[in-house]
């Protein structure tokens, strides 16, 4: 990937909520094409909301305003980023869109096809362009994708992700006595985020599909040429964790793609407990060509750190050469600079928001579902 211009004019951003986790509007300030001038938030969200939204404020030496679209037109702006709840992520990225402004979105889009398509209406309608976060950039991936540009493998006939985080989520699946209240879902995920591990965060419960699906799912879409799910098995299971028990919703789940060119794709993937692993987690690409196949680690290139009284908790294996977050804010700039498309767009989102749907359809009547069939 070539450089952003940094003789160019700086990129003005605003960020629209941050009550997730703030990992996209620190990779975006570190790059150095992108200014951050506020931070925003509807007046009317909860207290919780205001909170960290004020700390990434403060953090940051920015103000915290409480009227988005007051904020929007008292600042000159170009850009936007919204980290909320999964369930506003197009609401705010629609304001962003309509006021001319481009936008980086934080994973999922949105679990809701129709929000997909009343976003990907306003950035037609403005001709801004959208970035939404992914982990393509990782090194493992990137190494992927040359190998199959390359032809090294042949052309590509199969793929299998695995996709295992190894964290908790809360007490273990039959933990929860005869006559205990079931766990209420936006509780269990204000509490994990102190671990970090409250990816599912607000009002509405999201397995594990719609948590971080659309990360490997990313991969396969890259990988095949951006080739879409056609049909879709599935089966799910709330596994390990009671919160996912008691919300109805996947911690584990095996899904089967028929996709375009006639692939075939795969993935395993789950929120498998701190128990199951001794690093993150299991997460490796398989890919079957006619003239070959190979296996990557995601994790690689890594190092393994040992020490006396090391916490029990702290993960021994350290990923190394990892620039994804600057390289997505690089995508970034250079998308708004005309000279490249987003690595993933609102587009190319939407196909991965149906392909989770139809999996969570298919999981519930045991059979096959047509992922087209989900846009008529």
């Known amino acids: 990937m070539k450089a952003t211009d940094r003789s160019k004019s700086p990129i003005k951003v605003a960020i629209l909520s941050v009550v997730k986790h703030a990992y996209l509007p620190r990779a975006i300030a570190a790059h150095p094409r992108f200014q951050l001038q506020f931070v925003a938030d509807h007046a009317d969200r909860p207290e919780w909301t205001h909170e960290r939204n004020q700390l990434i404020a403060d953090e940051f030496g920015i103000p915290y305003l409480r ?7 008292d600042h000159e702006l170009d850009a936007v980023v919204v980290s909320s709840e999964a369930e506003r992520h197009c609401d705010l990225a629609i304001i962003g ?18 929000n997909c398509d009343r976003l990907i209406q306003a950035i037609d309608y403005s001709g801004v362009k959208c970035l939404v ?18 032809g090294k493998i042949g052309k590509l006939a199969a793929l299998h992700c695995d996709f295992y985080f190894s964290k908790d989520a809360g007490p273990p699946v039959g933990s929860r006595k005869e006559g205990d209240p079931p766990i209420n879902w936006l509780d269990r995920q204000l509490e994990a985020h102190l671990d970090g591990s409250d990816g ?22 890259m990988l095949t040429g951006e080739a879409r799910a056609e049909r879709v098995f599935a089966r799910t299971s709330a596994h390990f964790h009671q919160a996912h028990a008691d919300n109805q919703v996947d911690d584990l789940a095996t899904v089967t793609l028929e996709m375009e060119h006639g692939i075939i794709a795969s993935l395993c993937i789950g929120r498998i407990g701190a128990a199951a692993h001794p690093d993150i987690g299991e997460i490796k690409l398989h890919l079957i060509g006619d003239k070959g196949a190979m296996v990557i680690s995601e994790a690689r290139p890594e190092v393994a750190i040992y020490y006396r009284d090391q916490p029990p908790t702290e993960f021994k294996h350290k990923r190394i050469a990892d620039e994804n977050n600057y390289l997505l804010a690089e995508n970034f700039a250079r998308s708004i600079d005309g000279e490249e498309s987003p690595v993933l767009d609102a587009r190319g989102a939407r196909d991965i928001c149906a392909t989770v749907i139809a999996a969570l359809q298919s999981a519930q009547c045991g059979k096959s579902v ?4 989900l846009n008529t």
Do not use: C
């Not at 599912?200 to 879409?221: K, N, W």
């Open 370 to 373: 047509d992922v087209q069939n």
């Open 200 to 221: 599912g965060v607000g009002t509405e419960p999201m397995g594990e599909l719609q948590v971080e699906g659309l990360y490997p799912l990313a991969y396969i879409r």
């Open 97 to 114: 869109a309509e006021a001319g402004l481009h936008i980086v979105v934080d994973k999922p889009l949105s679990t809701r096809l129709e």
């Open 133 to 150: 976060w992914n982990r393509n950039f990782l090194p493992a991936i990137i190494q992927a994708r040359e190998a199959v540009e390359s």
């Open 67 to 73: 009227n988005v679209q007051k904020a929007i037109e």
